[in-house]
């Protein structure tokens, strides 16, 4: 740094040489601008003398305190001309404190460009802040209205709406079926049941692809699972392919068996699927494609099962099989009765449905979350009448007679004569409810209470029971039997031809003889056959025909009878033995045969013995509603005289015979109303009867409907109601009769 050098004319005479500038310290900071340093003409300054420094003690000369006008206030800083211009020199300034370092001369400044004066800024006008503040609190408002607005709709207006939809969003409702009650045999033994099944249900929101990782995932479980629950592919992928839909039954019922094979080729799968590689491929999911990412995983990776569930319920089977089904029934694939007992007791077997919810999340339960549960209650259990060992001999016997008859159906009905309840009640063809896909609609009913059929012979008990009752004869009352009967313009005739026939009333029940029956009804009367009717309408009636059985059975028919004053023609007699405007159905018909045995007072029958709730109480079906049709007198005739059917040599029911036991029953064959109405088709074949006759027991009735290898109801029936007869003495343990039958004489001599 170059000393600057001395002004020009300062001399050497003020002070002792205090007045001479020192050069600047090394160092040194260069003074800023603005702090009364030059900012103009520093470069012009350079080489002239210092400014003489005032010596100690003395003040400073003062400053103009206005800077000329046109003048920066860098020029108000620049050095005071010299003496000899005629100015007083300007005292030396004061020495700076120690350690403050000496400012640096004006020669050392280096000079800085020229910069105009700085104008003064331009103040800025606010706004009246009264107007702001008015703005601002109405925007405010606004805004806090709409919040407040929407907190209403929210809290109250919509509160319970929005409530329900979040529960049901986040909690499953799963259903609890109800155990279904059993229905048993009197002695205990379940004809039908339910045992443990699983419903295999599925999580449609678990198989996008988003979930899965691959496109197809209900294609490729509906491709596993249909063997498995035999349910279509094409039904499994639809239910799947609903992803709004939480929850989807994809098959019912379905065997523990099933259920575990499911279970394992799901636990194979996920383990598969949770490897190493195949998890990498997860994580590339979604990501672009410069980094690797992929669009779905191998199918090696996928478990399209992931989202399929079991829920334990129950399943419906039979035991015994076929034992009883047209009786008991069937369920369908609901598990709801659908037919038979099964149907008609649905409301007590079903019980009451539960349910129970539970938080979920992402398909998942929340243990912490909560839900509730309503128990489900069981079903009641429904105990029959019903013996097992006597109905699978009733279903064995006349399963095997419509074979051999080449019958389009049959039945067998098993009732106690004194309590009216059915022991046994056998059709066939029948069916095996445990796999309805091998039964044909026809096979599923119940015939013996769903058939209504012109009963023919053995409905003429009804009409001498008539007779004998009103006092208007006696078993030994003659009767002569012509060839033919003309009435109404049409000619009668009996099964077989034959010249007169000189009968006793118990040798026209004997021998079944149509015209000798309408020549006892004709006594009713007393020559009116109007009148005659109206009274065998009235025991026909009391009898129970065309009267419901009590039993409620579904489908049941409570048979036809035309009223006397409709009878037209041939009707008026046909009827006395068992054809045209009369109708019944098995039940009803073996029900007239128990009445006699019985004495002559109707017990209604029934088919239950009791139910027993869901609490285990146990409650007994009321007896039966017991009418008198005859007099007790008027039942033990009959009764000898049916014993003449099976007995005498000249009676057409021998076949049913049973060494040991006394018999009374009658033979019966009718021709068989045509399917559409029209005429007569075919036979109707029968034979029903009570054992020990003088101490009855049980009625055994049997018919067969369109045999083609004979159609005699003692030929065909006859040997059914022996073979079941004699089985139910036996396992009953009733004891042979001690008595031998009245024979009573059948013929008389003229």
């Given amino acids: 740094m170059t000393t600057p050098r001395q002004p020009s004319g300062s001399g050497s005479g003020s002070g002792s040489g205090s007045g001479r500038r020192q050069p600047p310290r090394a160092g040194a900071a260069r003074p800023a601008a603005g702090r009364g340093q030059p900012a103009k003409g520093q470069s012009a300054a350079r080489g002239q003398a210092a400014k003489p420094q005032a010596p100690k003690g003395q003040p400073a000369k003062p ?19 010299s003496a000899a211009v005629g100015r007083t020199p300007r005292a030396p300034q004061q020495r700076r404190p120690e350690g403050r370092p000496p400012a640096r001369s004006q020669a050392a400044v280096r000079p800085r460009p020229k910069s105009r004066l700085p104008q003064r800024p331009r103040p800025l006008k606010l706004a009246e802040p009264k107007r702001r503040l008015r703005v601002i609190t109405v925007a405010l408002s606004l805004v806090f209205s709409v919040f407040a607005g929407r907190l209403v709709q929210l809290q109250l207006v919509d509160a319970d709406a929005l409530a329900a939809d979040a529960n049901t969003n986040r909690y499953q409702n799963i259903p609890i079926t109800a155990e279904r009650g059993s229905i048993t045999s009197s002695d205990g033994v379940a004809l039908a049941a339910t045992v443990d099944a699983y419903d295999i249900t599925a999580d449609p929101a678990m198989f996008t692809p988003a979930a899965t990782g691959i496109p197809d995932a209900p294609e490729q479980a509906a491709a596993l699972l249909s063997p498995i629950i035999g349910v279509a592919k094409d039904r499994i992928a639809a239910d799947l392919h609903t992803p709004k839909t939480r929850y989807k039954r994809l098959a019912s019922q379905q065997t523990p068996a099933a259920k575990n094979q499911i279970s394992d080729l799901k636990s194979s799968l996920e383990k598969q699927a949770g490897s190493r590689a195949c998890q990498a491929q997860k994580k590339l999911l979604g990501k672009p494609a410069d980094q690797g990412g992929r669009t779905r995983v191998d199918n090696e990776c996928a478990n399209p099962l992931a989202g399929v569930f079991n829920r334990e319920t129950q399943k419906r089977i039979y035991p015994a099989d076929g034992l009883a089904a047209n009786l008991v029934g069937f369920v369908n694939g609901e598990g709801e009765g659908a037919g038979g007992l099964e149907l008609q007791y649905q409301k007590q077997l079903a019980g009451k449905d539960g349910h129970s919810s539970y938080a979920q999340a992402g398909g998942r339960l929340v243990p912490t979350a909560g839900g509730s549960m309503d128990p489900a209650v069981p079903g009641s259990d429904v105990k029959l009448t019903i013996n097992r060992d006597v109905q699978w001999a009733a279903q064995r016997a006349i399963t095997d007679q419509v074979a051999n008859s080449g019958a389009e159906k049959g039945y067998v009905v098993v009732q106690d004569v004194k309590t009216g309840q059915v022991i046994a009640m056998a059709s066939a063809p029948g069916f095996n409810p445990n796999d309805l896909s091998l039964a044909k609609q026809s096979q599923m009913g119940n015939p013996a209470l769903v058939d209504a059929y012109e009963p023919g012979s053995t ?33 009668f005739k009996d099964d077989v031809e034959h010249g007169d026939w000189y009968l006793t009333l118990a040798g026209v029940l004997a021998k079944s003889s149509n015209i000798g029956t309408i020549e006892a009804v004709e006594t009713l009367g007393d020559g009116d056959q109007l009148k005659a009717n109206q009274i065998l309408d009235g025991y026909m009636r009391k009898f129970g025909v065309a009267q419901p059985t009590g039993l409620n059975f579904p489908g049941e028919t409570p048979g036809m009878l035309k009223k006397p004053e409709d009878l037209v023609a041939s009707e008026k007699y046909n009827i006395s033995f068992g054809q045209g405007p009369l109708q019944m159905n098995a039940l009803q018909a073996t029900s007239v045969y128990s009445t006699i045995a019985n004495g002559g007072v109707r017990v209604a029958p029934s ?22 049709v005859v007099s007790e007198e008027t039942a033990k005739t009959l009764t000898s005289m049916l014993e003449s059917v099976v007995d005498d ?3 057409t029911g021998g076949k049913a015979a049973i060494p040991g036991y006394r018999v009374a029953g009658k033979t019966g064959t009718a021709n068989r109303g045509a399917a559409d109405g029209k005429g007569y088709d075919g036979y109707t074949a029968s034979f029903i009867g009570f054992a020990p006759a003088d101490a009855p027991r049980y009625t055994v009735s049997c018919t067969l409907q369109g045999p083609v290898n004979g159609h005699f109801g003692g030929q065909l029936c006859g040997p059914v109601f022996k073979q079941v007869m004699e089985f139910t003495l036996k396992t009953m343990q009733v004891p042979p009769s001690g008595s031998q039958a009245p024979n009573l004489p059948v013929e008389w001599k003229p």
Avoid at 65 to 81: L, M
């Fill in 63 to 81: 400053q103009p305190a206005k800077a000329q006008p046109g003048r920066s206030q860098s020029a108000k800083a620049q050095p005071a001309k």
């Fill in 459 to 491: 409905a003429k008990l009804m009409s001498l029971a008539a007779v004998l009752d009103s006092g208007k004869a006696n078993w030994d009352t003659r009767v002569t039997v012509p060839n033919r009967l003309v009435r109404a313009g049409q000619q």
């Fill in 607 to 628: 088919i239950v013995q009791g139910i027993t709730g869901p609490d285990g109480k146990y409650t007994a079906t009321p007896p039966g509603e017991q009418t008198r």
């Fill in 649 to 651: 040599e000249q009676g």
